[in-house]
């Protein structure tokens, strides 16, 4: 889980977060000096939510125009 989050940072990648009471949150991570935590930027604000109550990351991928521009020449 912390790995994932990790390559989220390095890739300036959203992640979803469900924490272990059910409720997700999405946002952008970002590097503390806990890493006991984790930082998040959301649309609301920053959120900081321990690990030991997240549940499940996912990591956002998106996909640029222009790659679906090609894959559309190649049907």
């Given at each position: 889980m912390k790995k994932?989050?990790?390559?989220a940072i390095r890739r300036k990648?959203?992640?979803m977060v469900r924490n272990t009471?059910?409720?997700t949150v999405?946002?952008?991570p970002e590097r503390t000096a806990d890493t006991s935590i984790l930082s998040l930027?959301?649309?609301?604000?920053?959120?900081?939510?321990?690990?030991?109550?997240?549940e499940?990351?996912?990591?956002l991928l998106s996909?640029?125009?222009?790659h679906l521009?090609?894959?559309q020449q190649l049907v």
């Open positions: 994932e989050v990790e390559i990648q959203q992640i009471s059910g409720q999405t946002g952008f930027r959301t649309v609301h604000g920053s959120l900081w939510i321990p690990f030991d109550e997240v499940h990351v996912t990591r996909i640029r125009s222009q521009s090609g894959m």
